[in-house]
């Protein structure tokens, strides 16, 4: 239980105390009435004695009484009723709540901290009016009257006569049979008699003559002259004096109300019951004559129409409940005791004393001892002569049998002259005036007595107060009986059905088993006192049962919430809404955030409930708000209901301040961190064949791979523009802002192009959520173009959106558990500091309709406008925390965030805006493809754009074409088929010859040292005027991977004017190409052996194309053509085709190869580019009937661009040393000898069936060759993943190994060549050696002069060489040492000599060659690269 004011000790005393009444004259009630006070009323707050006072006991034993209080009362001839009672606790209860300010205590229990209200006020206020307000009952004589003050006015004009007339008519009360109520004590009752005399305004001398002659007639122990008023009421502002009476009269404010009247009180009931007793209100309506008082009316009657449980109808109702209320409101200002001083308060509490020194105690004395007397008498007879003893006690008026006669359900009734009661009166006087042991003797006795005759509820009163007397005695001699009261509370409850005297137990009980720390047997008590009759009760108890298992050793704090939950239940259920609401809210402590999710709902339900019927709106919109935020596990419907009820309440709240600010709504969750901001207008959808550049789009998934590759695109073609160095102020442009980018600077957005904020919303609720009037909300400070602030801070567009455009989403719609983005829009007029601050909208549900499915389960869901059941107005604020910083020390060691600006746009200066389409943009091409699109550009600002630049990773995939208008083709209907190409018919004639045509790198923007993927878009007068549109043809290129590739286009363009903030934008395109297989070419070139050539000079060569049809048919390629084959390289060029196939056009069906091989010379001198000079020779080779210019768009630009991505892979350089120069030049001019530096361009034709019509596709792939003999392919080759190598546990010698050209490129120094007759007739019948003469051609390839050693000696012993070379001998020398300057070109006269006819190698001489200025290191065998075969025949 809760802790109390007083303790258990002072408290019972304080509850049973001896019953006073008094009968006032009509002149006596009227001087106490100017008080406002009734005269038991004026006596109350003195009512307890301020000294010990002393009695004597049976055994003459002095007695000491402490504290000792007594209660004076009015006469009330009626019982209270039931009803009213409940009515006055009821009010005591809900009149008393907790203070404002009280401290709560912090109790600790395991991990659980709790605010708890250590004290219950309502409690114990309940507690005492219920005490004080049990109706008196024949079984205990506690509250029945002992003495009874009659009192007059000194003011009468008989003031003695009056005397009598109020004694008769005590007697009257006491002893007619028909006033069953009050109860009296003993036939003898005390009378005293009480002059009151008013200072102010009586005759002091007739007072005390009057008084002097009452104590002649009643004896100076039995009246008292009590002086009052001793000053008038209107002179009460003068002087300030306290008021003891307003705590009591508070207290029973409606056991008062009758007292506020003047004149009798005629209550009207209802008039067609049958006795006054059975009256639905039980009010007695009869005026009684001859009553000078007012006390026909119990003071807890009921009026009838203030209790609505009872209300009739009817006109002849008094009052109405609201006039009550009125004279309650009245009741509160009035001062009470105002004509009284401090010396009249003094004047009351001394004749208090007077009367219980000199009257009640002396009265009570003599009555103990009278009955202890009867007692000993009793005792002293033998058991057989009971009956006659009863007999003796109750004189002869009651027969034996009667007895037997008065049973009823709680066992006998006893006449009011019967020896056990007797008993019970002693005990019950001992009670009062503190004498324990005795009471306790005496009690115990007629337990005894009463359970013997089976008289139940006597015995249950007689073991009740047993136990209290034994609790309560001095020293404690035996322990409390508790099971006294169990049996007293089970009889009162079950056999008496007497719940009030069963609750009076209870209260006292536990009280005695809180004082002794038994908390649970206290709370197990308390429990079950609590039942369905009464909901006020069983709320108090339950909340006491929890204070119990709060307050033992170890708290039991669940039992406890769950106990408050029940109290509050019951609370709600006795109309004490704010008891109620207290109850949950304690008990919420404990469930809350313990995942008891049901438990919190219901909590919170029922708290948003009661704080909404007590009015406190913003109490009832926080509960409700938990239960729609927590992840509720309630089903649909429930929370349905929940949020119904949420939406009403917030309604309610909202209409109370219109103009305040608007609320913050708890639905739907929004996710801060996932909103994303786009600077912008939308993309705008493909229109055709025209297809918009891909750009940036909300709809494009964030993917830090390729936001990198952008970054370094945007860095590149920047740094282009600043002469190779990216400025320090620059920052790559970002249009969309996500919690991936980088948001510690404010983002720039341009006046009039829109800010689109994305918000993820979720609706965490089973239903659906429909959001109305949806926009952002918004904080904008302009700036004058002078660069002054004008602080004009807008926080919502109520007016002309002059400023900011907000779009508003009428509805938007979040099905159950369903997460979604809305796009809201904001488009800036006018420049200055935007800061987006959250969303306002309408939250409300759909009414009568519940989606299943997405499917609208009810027909009235129409689409498009949904009709939406309540909605209210309110916000949510978008509150994004930044990265959390992790630089400095300081940073790392504490936590802190660093800002995020993305929704703090600063609005700058119109700027260009540039929009790309592409037509004809193809989705999938062959590898090598060439394919001719156009590209549209469109300035949709209103300012010119200028320096339109494109860059991309891969360069090689696209072009617009040759900086001069000569070598861009004009339209693509320039030849047959519709070519991309620019195409020359030729004739038939010039078939297998080159054809020659030449251009320079330069032209196609491709200079030295520049970066080959910044490519500047040729714009006509390189400036895009507002509204102007440009469209320029771009060639295309399939790569030569098959696959899909994605390729990336950033345009970057300027303003003509320069603007402070923004120096450049950027449009990203990204191309989606799939590429499937066409041909794979491979190439090898060797030296020509041949020596003769038109100018004479050596070094021809023989280049070998492969060229193999890799396709699988799914593209649906019939064939390709190979039309024509070119070169480009700066020093060679092919002459001629020296193809054996008589075929004209080469065709390759799929997984043919096709093998060519040309002839290739070097360029003339004039043709030759100097080291420096960009210029390549172009040679076509036809196999068709027309000549695509390989020197013109877009061959070369496509040949250029691939030249340029090979020259872009890495190079292993040597590093160089001085004293190694010498041979380093040396090693150099070796590997030149076997490098060449030709590209060969296969240009081809394919064949496709595509919906039973023919198209033909045209395309190039190159391959270039770099060196001799070693083979090269158009696309590139599968890397083997190299094999593991063991490892090697010691250091490696540092021995630097000198440089050393490979055998290959040392036996391409010198090229030798045979000449000689490939067949030789010869008659050997006539000569028998043959003589053959043969040259041998040497040919120094190097740009050095070399030293040659031809030996011609055979070497080889193995037999296979013998058959081979066959027996033939070389004549004259065997050996000759040349020296070859540069290029130049040597012959040696040989002669062979043959014996026998037959086919001979020639190839025999071996060939050494070392550069001339060099020691013998690089001295090789130059090997010839084929036999020399020739026949001897015999004529």
């Known amino acids: 239980m809760a802790q109390c004011v007083q303790s258990v000790q002072e408290l019972i005393p304080d509850s049973f105390v001896p019953c006073v009444a008094a009968l006032c004259s009509d002149e006596a009630e009227r001087l106490?009435?100017?008080?406002?006070?009734?005269?038991?009323?004026?006596?109350?707050?003195?009512?307890?004695?301020?000294?010990?006072?002393?009695?004597?006991?049976?055994?003459?034993?002095?007695?000491?009484?402490?504290?000792?209080?007594?209660?004076?009362?009015?006469?009330?001839?009626?019982?209270?009723?039931?009803?009213?009672?409940?009515?006055?606790?009821?009010?005591?209860?809900?009149?008393?709540?907790?203070?404002?300010?009280?401290?709560?205590?912090?109790?600790?229990?395991?991990?659980?901290?709790?605010?708890?209200?250590?004290?219950?006020?309502?409690?114990?206020?309940?507690?005492?009016?219920?005490?004080?307000?049990?109706?008196?009952?024949?079984?205990?004589?506690?509250?029945?009257?002992?003495?009874?003050?009659?009192?007059?006015?000194?003011?009468?004009?008989?003031?003695?006569?009056?005397?009598?007339?109020?004694?008769?008519?005590?007697?009257?009360?006491?002893?007619?049979?028909?006033?069953?109520?009050?109860?009296?004590?003993?036939?003898?009752?005390?009378?005293?008699?009480?002059?009151?005399?008013?200072?102010?305004?009586?005759?002091?001398?007739?007072?005390?003559?009057?008084?002097?002659?009452?104590?002649?007639?009643?004896?100076?122990?039995?009246?008292?002259?009590?002086?009052?008023?001793?000053?008038?009421?209107?002179?009460?502002?003068?002087?300030?004096?306290?008021?003891?009476?307003?705590?009591?009269?508070?207290?029973?404010?409606?056991?008062?109300?009758?007292?506020?009247?003047?004149?009798?009180?005629?209550?009207?009931?209802?008039?067609?019951?049958?006795?006054?007793?059975?009256?639905?209100?039980?009010?007695?309506?009869?005026?009684?004559?001859?009553?000078?008082?007012?006390?026909?009316?119990?003071?807890?009657?009921?009026?009838?129409?203030?209790?609505?449980?009872?209300?009739?109808?009817?006109?002849?109702h008094v009052k109405s409940a609201s006039s009550l209320h009125e004279t309650k409101k009245a009741n509160t200002g009035i001062i009470h005791g105002a004509c009284l001083t401090l010396t009249d308060h003094d004047r009351i509490r001394q004749f208090i004393q007077e009367f219980t020194f000199r009257g009640l105690l002396p009265h009570i004395e003599k009555t103990i001892r009278q009955l202890?007397?009867?007692?000993?008498?009793?005792?002293?007879?033998?058991?057989?002569?009971?009956?006659?003893?009863?007999?003796?006690?109750?004189?002869?008026?009651?027969?034996?049998?009667?007895?037997?006669?008065?049973?009823?359900?709680?066992?006998?009734?006893?006449?009011?002259?019967?020896?056990?009661?007797?008993?019970?009166?002693?005990?019950?006087?001992?009670?009062?005036?503190?004498?324990?042991?005795?009471?306790?003797?005496?009690?115990?006795?007629?337990?005894?007595?009463?359970?013997?005759?089976?008289?139940?509820?006597?015995?249950?009163?007689?073991?009740?107060?047993?136990?209290?007397?034994?609790?309560?005695?001095?020293?404690?001699?035996?322990?409390?009986?508790?099971?006294?009261?169990?049996?007293?509370?089970?009889?009162?409850?079950?056999?008496?059905?007497?719940?009030?005297?069963?609750?009076?137990?209870?209260?006292?009980?536990?009280?005695?088993?809180?004082?002794?720390?038994?908390?649970?047997?206290?709370?197990?008590?308390?429990?079950?006192?609590?039942?369905?009759?009464?909901?006020?009760?069983?709320?108090?108890?339950?909340?006491?049962?929890?204070?119990?298992?709060?307050?033992?050793?170890?708290?039991?704090?669940?039992?406890?919430?769950?106990?408050?939950?029940?109290?509050?239940?019951?609370?709600?259920?006795?109309?004490?809404?704010?008891?109620?609401?207290?109850?949950?809210?304690?008990?919420?402590?404990?469930?809350?955030?313990?995942?008891?999710?049901?438990?919190?709902?219901?909590?919170?339900?029922?708290?948003?409930?009661?704080?909404?019927?007590?009015?406190?709106?913003?109490?009832?919109?926080?509960?409700?708000?938990?239960i729609l935020i927590n992840e509720s596990k309630q089903s649909a419907a429930q929370q349905g209901a929940f949020l119904r009820e949420y939406l009403y309440v917030y309604k309610n709240v909202s209409q109370l301040s219109p103009d305040g600010p608007l609320p913050q709504l708890p639905l739907p969750y929004i996710n801060s961190s996932a909103t994303r901001v786009f600077f912008g207008h939308d993309r705008r959808p493909a229109d055709g064949e025209k297809q918009a550049a891909t750009h940036v789009s909300l709809d494009q998934e964030y993917d830090s791979e390729s936001s990198q590759q952008w970054r370094e695109?945007?860095?590149?073609?920047?740094?282009?523009?600043?002469?190779?160095?990216?400025?320090?102020?620059?920052?790559?442009?970002?249009?969309?802002?996500?919690?991936?980018?980088?948001?510690?600077?404010?983002?720039?957005?341009?006046?009039?192009?829109?800010?689109?904020?994305?918000?993820?919303?979720?609706?965490?609720?089973?239903?659906?959520?429909?959001?109305?009037?949806?926009?952002?909300?918004?904080?904008?400070?302009?700036?004058?173009?002078?660069?002054?602030?004008?602080?004009?801070?807008?926080?919502?567009?109520?007016?002309?959106?002059?400023?900011?455009?907000?779009?508003?989403?009428?509805?938007?719609?979040?099905?159950?558990?369903?997460?979604?983005?809305?796009?809201?829009?904001?488009?800036?007029?006018?420049?200055?500091?935007l800061h987006i601050l959250g969303v306002v909208y309408n939250l409300g549900t759909i009414q009568g309709c519940v989606t299943v499915d997405g499917i609208d389960a009810l027909p009235r869901c129409h689409t498009g406008k949904h009709s939406l059941s309540m909605s209210v107005r309110g916000r949510q604020d978008l509150e994004i925390q930044g990265p959390r910083l992790n630089n400095t020390k300081e940073e790392k060691t504490s936590i802190k965030y660093g800002p995020d600006r993305r929704l703090d746009p600063i609005i700058t200066e119109e700027m260009p805006l540039l929009e790309v389409f592409f037509i004809h943009f193809p989705t999938g091409l062959l590898c090598g493809e060439i394919r001719k699109a156009y590209v549209e550009f469109v300035n949709v600002s209103k300012c010119p754009l200028t320096g339109l630049k494109v860059v991309s990773k891969r360069p090689e995939f696209f072009t617009f074409g040759g900086n001069t208008a000569v070598l861009t083709p004009l339209s693509p209907s320039a030849s047959e088929n519709c070519s991309a190409y620019k195409t020359v018919v030729t004739d038939s004639t010039s078939v297998c010859t080159a054809l020659i045509s030449s251009a320079s790198s330069v032209d196609f923007g491709i200079g030295i040292g520049s970066q080959p993927e910044v490519i500047p878009v040729p714009l006509p007068d390189a400036i895009l005027l507002p509204g102007a549109s440009v469209q320029l043809p771009m060639w295309l290129r399939g790569p030569d991977e098959e696959g899909v590739h994605e390729i990336n286009f950033l345009f970057y363009y300027e303003s003509v004017k320069k603007?402070?903030?923004?120096?450049?934008?950027?449009?990203?395109?990204?191309?989606?190409?799939?590429?499937?297989?066409?041909?794979?070419?491979?190439?090898?070139?060797?030296?020509?052996?041949?020596?003769?050539?038109?100018?004479?000079?050596?070094?021809?060569?023989?280049?070998?194309?492969?060229?193999?049809?890799?396709?699988?048919?799914?593209?649906?390629?019939?064939?390709?053509?190979?039309?024509?084959?070119?070169?480009?390289?700066?020093?060679?060029?092919?002459?001629?085709?020296?193809?054996?196939?008589?075929?004209?056009?080469?065709?390759?069906?799929?997984?043919?190869?096709?093998?060519?091989?040309?002839?290739?010379?070097?360029?003339?001198?004039?043709?030759?580019?100097?080291?420096?000079?960009?210029?390549?020779?172009?040679?076509?080779?036809?196999?068709?009937?027309?000549?695509?210019?390989?020197?013109?768009?877009?061959?070369?630009?496509?040949?250029?661009?691939?030249?340029?991505?090979?020259?872009?892979?890495?190079?292993?350089?040597?590093?160089?040393?001085?004293?190694?120069?010498?041979?380093?030049?040396?090693?150099?001019?070796?590997?030149?000898?076997?490098?060449?530096?030709?590209?060969i361009v296969v240009l081809w034709k394919a064949y496709v069936v595509e919906d039973s019509k023919q198209l033909i596709l045209e395309g190039q792939h190159h391959v270039t060759l770099h060196t001799i003999g070693k083979e090269a392919f158009s696309c590139p080759q599968k890397q083997e993943p190299p094999e593991m190598e063991l490892l090697k546990f010691f250091r490696p010698e540092n021995t630097t190994v000198p440089l050393r050209p490979s055998v290959e490129q040392l036996s391409n120094l010198i090229k030798t060549s045979l000449h000689y007759p490939e067949s030789f007739n010869h008659p050997f019948h006539q000569k028998s050696l043959c003589l053959v003469p043969v040259t041998l051609l040497l040919s120094n390839c190097s740009k050095a002069d070399v030293d040659v050693i031809v030996d011609l000696r055979h070497k080889t012993t193995s037999p296979e060489a013998l058959e081979i070379h066959g027996s033939f001998t070389w004549l004259g020398q065997t050996q000759y040492k040349l020296q070859l300057k540069s290029q130049e070109i040597h012959s040696l006269q040989l002669k062979a000599c043959f014996v026998h006819t037959g086919v001979y190698n020639l190839g025999t001489p071996r060939v050494f060659a070392k550069l001339s200025d060099q020691v013998t290191v690089f001295e090789t065998s130059q090997q010839n690269s084929m036999p020399a075969l020739i026949i001897i025949n015999n004529v």
């Open 32 to 316: 106490t009435r100017l008080n406002h006070l009734s005269f038991a009323e004026l006596l109350k707050p003195f009512s307890r004695l301020t000294s010990e006072v002393h009695m004597r006991d049976p055994n003459n034993q002095l007695h000491v009484i402490k504290n000792l209080k007594i209660a004076v009362s009015n006469i009330i001839t009626q019982p209270p009723q039931p009803g009213a009672i409940r009515k006055l606790l009821n009010d005591v209860v809900s009149g008393s709540q907790p203070a404002e300010g009280l401290v709560a205590n912090v109790i600790t229990a395991g991990d659980y901290d709790l605010n708890i209200s250590a004290t219950t006020p309502w409690f114990e206020s309940y507690r005492e009016t219920f005490l004080q307000s049990m109706p008196a009952s024949d079984h205990e004589f506690l509250n029945h009257y002992l003495a009874c003050m009659l009192v007059a006015s000194s003011s009468e004009a008989e003031p003695v006569e009056q005397f009598s007339k109020l004694s008769q008519e005590q007697h009257r009360i006491q002893h007619n049979s028909d006033y069953s109520y009050p109860k009296w004590f003993i036939p003898n009752t005390l009378k005293y008699y009480v002059l009151l005399h008013d200072v102010s305004a009586g005759d002091e001398q007739r007072a005390e003559s009057i008084y002097e002659e009452m104590k002649q007639k009643y004896g100076t122990q039995g009246c008292y002259l009590l002086k009052i008023n001793s000053r008038t009421s209107n002179r009460a502002s003068d002087e300030q004096i306290p008021d003891p009476w307003s705590q009591y009269l508070q207290k029973n404010s409606i056991q008062n109300q009758e007292s506020y009247e003047d004149g009798p009180c005629t209550i009207t009931s209802n008039k067609s019951s049958d006795s006054n007793l059975l009256s639905l209100d039980g009010l007695d309506n009869e005026v009684k004559d001859g009553l000078p008082n007012n006390f026909r009316a119990h003071p807890l009657q009921l009026d009838s129409s203030s209790d609505p449980s009872n209300s009739i109808d009817g006109p002849d």
């Open 372 to 626: 202890n007397d009867q007692l000993i008498s009793r005792k002293g007879l033998s058991r057989s002569l009971f009956s006659a003893t009863k007999k003796w006690f109750s004189g002869s008026k009651v027969p034996e049998k009667s007895i037997n006669e008065l049973k009823n359900t709680s066992g006998l009734l006893y006449p009011p002259e019967a020896p056990e009661l007797q008993i019970r009166k002693m005990a019950d006087l001992c009670f009062l005036v503190q004498h324990y042991d005795l009471a306790y003797s005496c009690y115990h006795t007629a337990k005894k007595d009463f359970l013997n005759d089976q008289a139940m509820l006597y015995a249950a009163g007689a073991l009740e107060m047993a136990a209290v007397s034994a609790f309560l005695q001095p020293g404690a001699p035996r322990p409390y009986p508790a099971h006294y009261m169990d049996t007293a509370i089970q009889t009162y409850r079950d056999i008496c059905k007497n719940m009030v005297l069963a609750e009076r137990c209870v209260l006292l009980s536990a009280e005695i088993l809180k004082s002794q720390s038994k908390y649970s047997e206290a709370a197990a008590l308390l429990i079950r006192l609590t039942s369905e009759d009464s909901d006020l009760r069983s709320a108090l108890l339950l909340e006491q049962a929890a204070h119990c298992f709060i307050n033992m050793k170890s708290p039991m704090v669940r039992k406890y919430a769950f106990h408050m939950i029940l109290a509050g239940h019951r609370f709600s259920k006795a109309g004490q809404k704010k008891h109620a609401l207290r109850c949950y809210c304690q008990a919420m402590q404990v469930y809350k955030g313990k995942g008891w999710s049901l438990a919190e709902d219901h909590i919170n339900f029922t708290i948003g409930r009661q704080s909404y019927t007590l009015r406190q709106l913003d109490n009832a919109v926080s509960a409700f708000r938990h």
């Open 713 to 833: 695109l945007e860095e590149q073609v920047v740094a282009v523009v600043n002469r190779g160095v990216i400025p320090s102020t620059f920052h790559p442009t970002q249009y969309c802002l996500n919690s991936y980018s980088d948001n510690s600077r404010f983002p720039l957005a341009v006046v009039e192009e829109p800010v689109t904020v994305e918000v993820a919303f979720r609706n965490p609720l089973k239903v659906p959520l429909l959001l109305t009037d949806l926009s952002l909300l918004w904080k904008f400070q302009p700036k004058d173009s002078s660069g002054k602030d004008n602080e004009e801070v807008k926080e919502l567009v109520t007016g002309e959106p002059e400023m900011i455009g907000t779009e508003v989403i009428s509805e938007f719609l979040i099905n159950s558990e369903e997460s979604k983005v809305a796009r809201l829009k904001l488009f800036p007029h006018h420049i200055g500091e």
């Open 1059 to 1239: 603007q402070p903030k923004i120096h450049h934008r950027i449009l990203r395109h990204t191309a989606v190409i799939c590429t499937s297989r066409s041909l794979n070419v491979r190439a090898t070139v060797c030296r020509s052996n041949s020596l003769e050539d038109e100018e004479g000079r050596g070094g021809n060569m023989l280049v070998f194309v492969d060229v193999e049809n890799t396709n699988t048919s799914e593209a649906g390629v019939k064939e390709f053509h190979i039309v024509q084959v070119s070169s480009s390289s700066k020093h060679w060029k092919l002459q001629k085709s020296v193809n054996l196939s008589e075929n004209k056009d080469s065709k390759l069906a799929s997984r043919e190869k096709g093998k060519f091989c040309f002839k290739a010379i070097r360029c003339k001198e004039k043709e030759v580019a100097t080291q420096f000079s960009e210029k390549y020779t172009f040679a076509d080779i036809i196999f068709g009937n027309e000549q695509i210019i390989s020197s013109a768009s877009p061959c070369a630009d496509f040949f250029y661009r691939s030249l340029s991505s090979e020259l872009k892979k890495p190079q292993a350089q040597p590093s160089v040393h001085a004293e190694k120069q010498s041979i380093e030049d040396a090693v150099r001019l070796i590997q030149k000898c076997s490098e060449v530096d030709l590209n």
